[in-house]
């Protein structure tokens, strides 16, 4: 696990502290579609994704899902930390989007680490940030795009998360992330494709542009 851990964090914690992960952390590795955090769980410890990428979803109360954001190599949930620190139940669902390592951190080891480590305040600090911001774009998406804006938005960060511009997701998957219906959906790939956008394939979307 050393040699994973330096290799997504070493730029971001002392050596120090990454062995101190060493010791406690528990290594969990899942595979694309795991549900790694459930709505109404508690979470008893913090995670770090080592390799992977993980969705975060927020369920609506027609029990649909909206994404909120991805998380990606030497990222955490900032939606987690606040269920560990504060005790409280996840209002967020977690799946992977792809193979993946995570490392379990305990909630002592998180308190005592802000206190401990400059480094560690800064990640915590700054996830917190990086998912609001995340998470009000997402808003701004709701409140001021069009679907046709949200979709292209949405498939440019998939091909940007998964390094690939081939997004192998169904339109019934993508409408799912989406809140919409599937019929929309086709009917706006079909023309982006029509504009020289993306490609349909029979199980794949391409993206040109």
Known sequence: ?????????????EPKLIEEIESVATLMDFNEGDHLIEIGQYIRQMPLLINGVIKILREDRTEGELLLYFLEKGDTCAMTLACCL?????????????????????????????????????????????????????IDNLAFMKM??????YLREKAKVNRSSVIANTHQEIAYEL?????????????????????????????LK
């Open 1 to 13: 696990m050393n040699e994973l851990l330096k290799e997504a964090y070493s730029t971001i914690f």
């Open 86 to 138: 504060g005790d409280t139940k996840s209002e967020i669902r977690a799946i992977a989007e792809t193979n993946g390592t995570v490392a379990m951190i305990p909630i002592t080891k998180m308190e005592e680490w802000l206190g401990k480590y400059k480094s560690w305040r800064n990640f915590v600090f700054s996830s917190y940030n990086k998912r609001l911001s995340e998470m009000l774009s997402a």
């Open 148 to 153: 046709d804006e949200r979709l292209l938005n």
């Open 179 to 207: 809140n919409t219906s599937r019929v929309v959906i086709s009917r706006l790939l079909k023309a982006l494709e029509n504009e020289g956008i993306i490609k349909l394939n029979r199980n794949t979307i391409e993206l």
